[in-house]
Protein backbone atom coordinates (compact mmCIF):
# COMPACT_ATOMS: atom_id res chain seq x y z
CA UNK A 1 0.00 0.00 0.00
CA UNK A 2 1.97 3.29 -0.98
CA UNK A 3 1.68 5.92 1.55
CA UNK A 4 2.13 9.50 1.82
CA UNK A 5 3.57 10.00 5.49
CA UNK A 6 2.76 12.92 7.45
CA UNK A 7 4.55 13.66 10.98
CA UNK A 8 3.05 16.36 13.38
CA UNK A 9 4.31 17.59 16.29
CA UNK A 10 8.07 16.62 17.44
CA UNK A 11 7.58 12.67 18.18
CA UNK A 12 5.48 12.73 15.41
CA UNK A 13 8.14 14.11 12.85
CA UNK A 14 10.46 11.65 14.91
CA UNK A 15 8.50 8.35 13.83
CA UNK A 16 7.67 9.97 10.05
CA UNK A 17 11.36 10.30 9.60
CA UNK A 18 12.34 6.92 10.81
CA UNK A 19 9.75 4.91 8.86
CA UNK A 20 11.30 6.85 5.83
CA UNK A 21 14.06 5.52 6.78
CA UNK A 22 13.80 2.10 7.83
CA UNK A 23 11.29 1.48 4.60
CA UNK A 24 12.54 -2.08 3.38
CA UNK A 25 14.31 -1.83 -0.02
CA UNK A 26 12.15 -4.86 -1.51
CA UNK A 27 8.59 -3.88 -0.48
CA UNK A 28 8.75 0.27 -0.65
CA UNK A 29 5.56 1.44 0.73
CA UNK A 30 6.54 5.15 1.66
CA UNK A 31 5.99 7.20 -1.60
CA UNK A 32 6.70 10.82 0.41
CA UNK A 33 7.06 12.25 3.48
CA UNK A 34 6.52 15.65 5.57
CA UNK A 35 6.56 16.95 9.02
CA UNK A 36 4.89 20.02 10.07
CA UNK A 37 5.79 21.46 13.52
CA UNK A 38 5.82 24.45 15.65
CA UNK A 39 9.12 24.96 16.12
CA UNK A 40 11.43 25.89 13.79
CA UNK A 41 14.33 24.66 15.46
CA UNK A 42 13.08 20.45 16.13
CA UNK A 43 12.40 20.85 12.78
CA UNK A 44 15.88 21.16 11.45
CA UNK A 45 16.88 18.09 13.73
CA UNK A 46 14.32 15.84 11.21
CA UNK A 47 15.99 13.94 8.78
CA UNK A 48 13.42 14.64 5.78
CA UNK A 49 14.17 16.64 2.40
CA UNK A 50 14.00 20.78 3.63
CA UNK A 51 11.61 21.34 0.97
CA UNK A 52 9.31 18.72 3.02
CA UNK A 53 9.51 20.86 6.60
CA UNK A 54 6.89 22.97 7.79
CA UNK A 55 6.54 25.13 10.24
CA UNK A 56 3.09 27.23 11.27
CA UNK A 57 2.28 28.84 14.14
CA UNK A 58 5.41 29.66 15.73
CA UNK A 59 4.49 32.04 18.68
CA UNK A 60 2.36 29.03 20.06
CA UNK A 61 5.09 26.69 20.65
CA UNK A 62 6.03 28.03 24.26
CA UNK A 63 2.55 27.67 25.47
CA UNK A 64 2.83 23.62 25.79
CA UNK A 65 -1.11 23.97 25.29
CA UNK A 66 -3.00 21.70 22.80
CA UNK A 67 -5.72 24.28 22.81
CA UNK A 68 -3.47 27.14 21.53
CA UNK A 69 -1.67 25.21 19.41
CA UNK A 70 -5.10 23.81 17.63
CA UNK A 71 -5.97 27.58 17.15
CA UNK A 72 -2.83 28.53 15.70
CA UNK A 73 -3.41 25.94 13.50
CA UNK A 74 -6.84 27.51 12.78
CA UNK A 75 -5.50 30.46 12.30
CA UNK A 76 -2.97 29.39 9.29
CA UNK A 77 -5.28 26.94 8.10
CA UNK A 78 -4.87 27.88 4.49
CA UNK A 79 -0.91 27.49 4.58
CA UNK A 80 -1.08 24.25 6.33
CA UNK A 81 -3.40 22.68 4.03
CA UNK A 82 -1.79 23.81 1.15
CA UNK A 83 1.37 22.01 2.75
CA UNK A 84 0.08 19.39 3.48
CA UNK A 85 -2.39 18.43 0.14
CA UNK A 86 1.08 19.25 -1.64
CA UNK A 87 2.75 16.07 -0.40
CA UNK A 88 0.16 13.96 -1.00
CA UNK A 89 0.51 12.70 -4.35
CA UNK A 90 -2.26 11.57 -6.82
CA UNK A 91 -1.00 8.21 -6.72
CA UNK A 92 -1.19 7.19 -3.06
CA UNK A 93 -3.73 4.83 -1.82
CA UNK A 94 -3.46 6.89 1.18
CA UNK A 95 -2.20 8.67 4.21
CA UNK A 96 -0.53 7.90 7.52
CA UNK A 97 -0.36 10.61 10.17
CA UNK A 98 1.85 10.00 12.49
CA UNK A 99 1.48 11.92 15.87
CA UNK A 100 2.17 11.20 19.76
CA UNK A 101 -0.69 13.09 21.82
CA UNK A 102 1.32 13.59 24.59
CA UNK A 103 2.79 16.39 22.52
CA UNK A 104 0.89 20.33 22.02
CA UNK A 105 1.65 20.77 18.62
CA UNK A 106 0.48 17.15 17.38
CA UNK A 107 -2.30 17.08 19.52
CA UNK A 108 -3.51 19.95 18.58
CA UNK A 109 -2.52 20.40 15.21
CA UNK A 110 -3.10 16.92 13.75
CA UNK A 111 -6.88 16.93 13.41
CA UNK A 112 -6.68 20.29 11.70
CA UNK A 113 -4.35 19.01 9.60
CA UNK A 114 -6.26 15.76 8.64
CA UNK A 115 -9.97 18.12 8.59
CA UNK A 116 -8.48 20.56 6.04
CA UNK A 117 -6.97 17.40 4.09
CA UNK A 118 -10.00 15.67 4.00
CA UNK A 119 -11.62 18.40 1.57
CA UNK A 120 -8.98 18.09 -1.03
CA UNK A 121 -7.97 14.03 -1.57
CA UNK A 122 -10.78 11.19 -1.26
CA UNK A 123 -7.84 8.35 -0.32
CA UNK A 124 -8.34 6.92 3.90
CA UNK A 125 -6.13 9.13 6.40
CA UNK A 126 -5.04 6.91 9.54
CA UNK A 127 -3.25 8.05 12.51
CA UNK A 128 -0.43 6.03 13.95
CA UNK A 129 -1.23 7.54 17.69
CA UNK A 130 1.79 6.67 19.99
CA UNK A 131 0.10 7.31 23.37
CA UNK A 132 2.32 8.75 26.41
CA UNK A 133 3.84 6.60 29.02
CA UNK A 134 1.98 6.55 32.16
CA UNK A 135 5.04 7.93 34.14
CA UNK A 136 4.73 11.19 32.08
CA UNK A 137 3.18 14.15 34.15
CA UNK A 138 1.21 17.29 32.14
CA UNK A 139 0.18 15.24 29.01
CA UNK A 140 -3.38 14.26 29.48
CA UNK A 141 -5.16 17.32 28.84
CA UNK A 142 -3.47 17.24 25.51
CA UNK A 143 -3.94 12.99 24.73
CA UNK A 144 -7.55 13.74 25.70
CA UNK A 145 -7.77 16.37 22.81
CA UNK A 146 -5.57 15.06 20.31
CA UNK A 147 -7.48 11.16 20.85
CA UNK A 148 -10.95 13.30 20.48
CA UNK A 149 -9.65 15.78 17.41
CA UNK A 150 -8.28 12.05 15.56
CA UNK A 151 -11.45 10.32 16.39
CA UNK A 152 -13.88 13.12 14.77
CA UNK A 153 -11.37 13.41 11.64
CA UNK A 154 -9.51 10.21 10.64
CA UNK A 155 -10.62 6.99 9.09
CA UNK A 156 -8.48 4.75 12.20
CA UNK A 157 -6.31 5.45 14.91
CA UNK A 158 -3.76 2.38 14.91
CA UNK A 159 -2.42 2.78 18.89
CA UNK A 160 1.31 2.52 19.82
CA UNK A 161 1.33 2.83 23.46
CA UNK A 162 4.43 4.52 24.51
CA UNK A 163 4.14 2.54 28.44
CA UNK A 164 3.22 -1.04 26.97
CA UNK A 165 6.11 -1.37 23.98
CA UNK A 166 8.38 -3.63 25.39
CA UNK A 167 12.01 -2.07 25.31
CA UNK A 168 14.79 -4.30 24.01
CA UNK A 169 16.87 -6.08 26.34
CA UNK A 170 20.05 -5.03 25.34
CA UNK A 171 19.40 -1.85 26.55
CA UNK A 172 20.44 -0.45 30.24
CA UNK A 173 17.63 -0.84 32.50
CA UNK A 174 18.24 2.92 33.68
CA UNK A 175 18.73 4.49 30.45
CA UNK A 176 17.18 7.62 29.92
CA UNK A 177 13.84 8.55 28.90
CA UNK A 178 14.99 9.76 25.35
CA UNK A 179 16.89 6.29 24.64
CA UNK A 180 13.08 4.88 25.38
CA UNK A 181 11.78 6.92 23.04
CA UNK A 182 13.76 5.61 20.59
CA UNK A 183 13.59 2.06 21.10
CA UNK A 184 9.50 3.05 20.71
CA UNK A 185 10.34 4.46 17.10
CA UNK A 186 12.37 1.75 16.27
CA UNK A 187 9.56 -0.58 16.81
CA UNK A 188 7.33 1.27 15.11
CA UNK A 189 9.35 1.23 12.04
CA UNK A 190 10.19 -2.47 12.07
CA UNK A 191 6.38 -3.23 12.74
CA UNK A 192 4.55 -1.20 10.26
CA UNK A 193 6.87 -1.91 7.34
CA UNK A 194 4.97 -5.99 8.03
CA UNK A 195 1.33 -3.90 6.93
CA UNK A 196 1.78 -1.23 4.66
CA UNK A 197 4.64 -2.71 2.83
CA UNK A 198 3.75 -6.72 2.48
CA UNK A 199 1.42 -6.08 -0.79
CA UNK A 200 4.65 -4.07 -2.08
CA UNK A 201 7.23 -6.65 -3.73
CA UNK A 202 9.67 -4.62 -5.75
CA UNK A 203 10.80 -5.93 -8.89
CA UNK A 204 12.87 -9.70 -8.44
CA UNK A 205 10.95 -10.50 -4.64
CA UNK A 206 8.78 -13.25 -4.49
CA UNK A 207 5.65 -12.74 -4.39
CA UNK A 208 3.09 -14.39 -2.01
CA UNK A 209 0.14 -16.78 -2.48
CA UNK A 210 -2.24 -14.35 -0.95
CA UNK A 211 -1.14 -10.83 -1.93
CA UNK A 212 -1.86 -8.27 1.21
CA UNK A 213 -2.79 -5.68 -1.29
CA UNK A 214 -3.82 -2.00 0.01
CA UNK A 215 -7.82 -2.84 -0.91
CA UNK A 216 -7.29 -5.66 1.80
CA UNK A 217 -5.59 -3.28 4.03
CA UNK A 218 -8.56 -0.77 3.65
CA UNK A 219 -11.01 -2.91 3.98
CA UNK A 220 -9.47 -4.65 7.50
CA UNK A 221 -8.99 -0.74 8.89
CA UNK A 222 -12.12 0.26 8.10
CA UNK A 223 -13.88 3.86 8.88
CA UNK A 224 -13.86 4.43 12.79
CA UNK A 225 -12.30 3.17 15.57
CA UNK A 226 -8.86 1.72 17.06
CA UNK A 227 -6.59 -0.95 15.83
CA UNK A 228 -3.55 -2.26 17.27
CA UNK A 229 -0.67 -4.76 15.64
CA UNK A 230 0.64 -7.76 17.10
CA UNK A 231 3.93 -8.66 15.88
CA UNK A 232 6.17 -11.48 16.27
CA UNK A 233 9.64 -12.27 14.78
CA UNK A 234 11.87 -15.18 14.95
CA UNK A 235 15.22 -16.56 13.68
CA UNK A 236 14.22 -19.98 11.40
CA UNK A 237 17.20 -20.62 9.53
CA UNK A 238 21.22 -19.51 9.61
CA UNK A 239 22.98 -17.94 7.54
CA UNK A 240 24.49 -20.16 4.70
CA UNK A 241 27.92 -20.36 4.43
CA UNK A 242 29.91 -19.44 1.15
CA UNK A 243 30.31 -23.64 0.53
CA UNK A 244 26.25 -23.54 0.95
CA UNK A 245 25.29 -21.32 -1.23
CA UNK A 246 27.97 -22.74 -3.46
CA UNK A 247 26.03 -26.03 -3.24
CA UNK A 248 22.81 -24.27 -3.17
CA UNK A 249 21.94 -25.74 0.31
CA UNK A 250 18.93 -24.60 1.83
CA UNK A 251 17.19 -25.61 5.26
CA UNK A 252 13.75 -27.36 5.33
CA UNK A 253 12.10 -27.84 7.86
CA UNK A 254 9.34 -31.04 8.08
CA UNK A 255 5.58 -29.79 8.19
CA UNK A 256 5.37 -30.12 12.45
CA UNK A 257 8.30 -27.93 12.94
CA UNK A 258 7.26 -24.84 10.83
CA UNK A 259 3.14 -25.78 11.48
CA UNK A 260 4.59 -25.35 15.60
CA UNK A 261 6.47 -22.36 14.86
CA UNK A 262 3.73 -20.66 13.07
CA UNK A 263 1.01 -21.70 15.99
CA UNK A 264 3.46 -19.94 18.72
CA UNK A 265 3.95 -17.07 16.63
CA UNK A 266 0.36 -16.24 16.16
CA UNK A 267 -0.37 -16.99 19.70
CA UNK A 268 2.58 -14.02 20.80
CA UNK A 269 1.34 -12.07 18.57
CA UNK A 270 -1.53 -11.72 19.52
CA UNK A 271 -1.12 -12.19 23.06
CA UNK A 272 2.31 -11.56 24.38
CA UNK A 273 3.54 -8.44 21.96
CA UNK A 274 1.14 -5.83 20.93
CA UNK A 275 1.53 -1.97 19.86
CA UNK A 276 -0.83 -1.59 22.49
CA UNK A 277 -3.48 -3.26 25.01
CA UNK A 278 -6.95 -3.86 24.60
CA UNK A 279 -9.63 -6.28 24.53
CA UNK A 280 -9.31 -8.01 20.96
CA UNK A 281 -12.86 -9.34 21.21
CA UNK A 282 -14.02 -5.92 20.48
CA UNK A 283 -12.44 -6.13 17.35
CA UNK A 284 -14.70 -6.64 13.86
CA UNK A 285 -12.19 -6.85 11.72
CA UNK A 286 -8.50 -8.46 11.21
CA UNK A 287 -6.05 -9.08 9.23
CA UNK A 288 -2.82 -11.95 9.70
CA UNK A 289 0.33 -11.64 7.88
CA UNK A 290 2.99 -14.03 7.72
CA UNK A 291 6.51 -13.13 6.39
CA UNK A 292 9.72 -15.53 5.90
CA UNK A 293 11.65 -18.39 3.88
CA UNK A 294 9.07 -20.03 1.50
CA UNK A 295 9.81 -23.32 2.73
CA UNK A 296 8.37 -22.24 6.31
CA UNK A 297 5.12 -20.82 4.91
CA UNK A 298 3.02 -23.61 6.08
CA UNK A 299 -0.30 -23.31 4.37
CA UNK A 300 -2.21 -25.49 6.91
CA UNK A 301 -0.95 -23.49 9.95
CA UNK A 302 -1.66 -20.48 8.06
CA UNK A 303 -5.03 -21.75 7.41
CA UNK A 304 -5.52 -22.66 10.97
CA UNK A 305 -4.17 -19.56 12.36
CA UNK A 306 -6.19 -17.24 10.74
CA UNK A 307 -9.02 -19.71 12.48
CA UNK A 308 -7.62 -19.06 15.67
CA UNK A 309 -7.70 -15.10 14.80
CA UNK A 310 -11.23 -15.06 13.96
CA UNK A 311 -11.96 -16.84 17.11
CA UNK A 312 -10.28 -14.36 19.08
CA UNK A 313 -12.40 -11.36 18.02
CA UNK A 314 -15.21 -13.23 18.34
CA UNK A 315 -16.33 -13.28 14.79
CA UNK A 316 -16.07 -11.34 11.69
CA UNK A 317 -13.80 -10.56 9.02
CA UNK A 318 -10.33 -11.93 8.72
CA UNK A 319 -8.16 -11.67 6.03
CA UNK A 320 -4.80 -12.73 5.42
CA UNK A 321 -1.83 -13.07 2.93
CA UNK A 322 1.76 -14.25 2.96
CA UNK A 323 5.01 -12.75 1.77
CA UNK A 324 7.88 -14.99 0.62
CA UNK A 325 11.61 -14.20 1.75
CA UNK A 326 13.84 -15.62 -0.71
CA UNK A 327 16.71 -15.53 1.38
CA UNK A 328 15.02 -14.67 4.63
CA UNK A 329 16.23 -15.96 7.69
CA UNK A 330 13.51 -15.24 10.13
CA UNK A 331 9.36 -15.88 10.35
CA UNK A 332 7.69 -12.54 11.02
CA UNK A 333 3.87 -12.67 11.81
CA UNK A 334 1.82 -9.77 11.84
CA UNK A 335 -2.13 -9.76 13.76
CA UNK A 336 -3.93 -6.03 12.88
CA UNK A 337 -7.23 -6.25 15.23
CA UNK A 338 -9.09 -3.02 14.23
CA UNK A 339 -12.59 -1.81 14.61
CA UNK A 340 -12.75 -1.46 18.20
CA UNK A 341 -14.09 1.06 20.31
CA UNK A 342 -11.80 3.58 22.85
CA UNK A 343 -9.34 0.77 24.85
CA UNK A 344 -9.11 0.92 28.05
CA UNK A 345 -5.79 3.24 28.20
CA UNK A 346 -7.53 5.66 25.62
CA UNK A 347 -10.47 5.96 28.17
CA UNK A 348 -8.02 6.46 30.88
CA UNK A 349 -6.65 9.10 29.15
CA UNK A 350 -9.49 10.67 28.03
CA UNK A 351 -11.54 10.71 31.57
CA UNK A 352 -8.59 11.73 33.33
CA UNK A 353 -8.50 14.90 32.43
CA UNK A 354 -12.24 15.01 31.32
CA UNK A 355 -14.85 17.18 33.04
CA UNK A 356 -17.11 15.51 35.50
CA UNK A 357 -20.45 16.30 33.37
CA UNK A 358 -18.67 15.08 29.97
CA UNK A 359 -18.83 11.49 28.42
Known sequence: MQLAVLGVGGAGGRVAARLAAAEPDDRPYVATVAVFDTDPEALADIDVPQERRHAFGTTSRSTGDAAAVRAAAEANVRELSHAATDAVPSTVDGVLVTVGVGGATGAGAAPVLVDTLRETIEVPVYALTVLPAPEEEGVVSNARAGLRGLEATVDTQLLFDNGSLDAPPERPADAEAADAYADANGTIAEWVPALFGAGEAADGAAVGESVVDASEIIATLGEGGYATMGYWRQQVREKPSLFDRL?????????????????TAVQRS???QRSAGGDLSRATRALLVTMGPPEWLNREAIADARRTLDETIGGGAVRGGDAPMEDGLHLTVLSVCAGMDRPDRVVSLIEASSPANED
Open 247 to 263: RSKTESPDEIESYSTIE
Open 270 to 272: LFR
